[in-house]
Structures are given as structure tokens and as C-alpha cells.
């Protein structure tokens, strides 16, 4: 009989803690002391926007496991969103 090991859920991570993926998506700086972004778990449609210190995100990027949405996942995004808020959803062009 083989025991599996849970993920360790009090560790802080929230992709440990929920078991799915986390994004980030760096959207600025600010008086070149500050990080601007969207953090998302699960899907980067579904996002909230954040701002911290260079070092506490970069901490927080570690803690959580993070990958970097690419600068064309973050147009697509972008692209999705205007859709909906200018047009009408599931156009393609």
C-alpha cells in the first residue's frame, strides 16, 4: 500500500493551497519603486490588480509559484477584454 503525500497546503503558496497555476502579469512602474501587476490563480482571464516593492514581489512571484504571462498572452488579454467592454464578445477580428 503506497501512501501519496498531500500538497502542503499551509505553506503559503496559493498554487499549493488550491492545486492550480498562478499568473502574473507585470502592467507598470511607479516612481521606479513599485511593481504593478495582475495576479490570477487558475485562469489569467480572472485577475486582481496589485502593486508592491521590487523585492516583496519578487518574493511573492517564489511564494507562489508564478509564471509570467509572455507579452502575448498579456495582448490577447487585452484584446479579450476590449471585446467586452467595446463590442460584442466572441468576435474574432
Request: charged content about 25%.
Given at each position: 500500500m503506497t501512501l501519496s503525500t498531500?500538497?502542503?497546503?499551509?505553506n503559503g503558496s496559493a498554487s499549493a493551497?488550491?492545486?492550480?497555476?498562478c499568473f502574473?502579469?507585470?502592467t507598470g512602474t511607479r516612481?521606479?519603486?513599485?511593481?504593478?501587476?495582475?495576479?490570477?490563480?487558475?485562469d489569467p482571464e480572472l485577475a486582481v490588480e496589485l502593486?508592491?516593492?521590487?523585492d516583496q514581489f519578487r518574493e511573492f512571484c517564489e511564494r507562489h509559484q508564478v509564471r509570467h504571462l509572455t507579452t502575448e498572452e498579456g495582448a490577447r488579454l487585452d484584446f479579450e477584454r476590449m471585446k467586452w467592454r467595446y463590442g460584442a464578445p466572441g468576435i474574432d477580428h
Open positions: 498531500p500538497p502542503d497546503r499551509h493551497m488550491t492545486g492550480q497555476p502574473v502579469r507585470v516612481e521606479a519603486r513599485f511593481v504593478e501587476f495582475e495576479f490570477a490563480i487558475g502593486v508592491m516593492q521590487f
